[in-house]
């Protein structure tokens, strides 16, 4: 604190450095197209994942009915 005080523009600069490095990071604005894009491989993956969780099931019964 006792720095604050005695040099308040050095706090001021060290504020905007930082307000100027997060800036870049920070978006107001949801990007829709991005979303869209990744939701629908995400769809995709969980999509062929079920697939082949219904052709291990189907295996599975095959094995049961022929013992």
Do not use: C, H
């Amino acid at each position: 604190m006792k720095e604050v005080r005695t040099k308040p523009e050095e706090i001021t600069n060290m504020i905007n450095k930082w307000k100027q490095s997060t800036s870049g990071r920070r978006s107001s604005a949801l990007d829709f197209e991005e979303i869209s894009r990744k939701t629908k491989r995400a769809s995709d993956v969980l999509g062929k994942v079920q697939n082949f969780m219904n052709s291990i099931a189907d295996y599975a019964k095959e094995q049961d009915s022929n013992k």
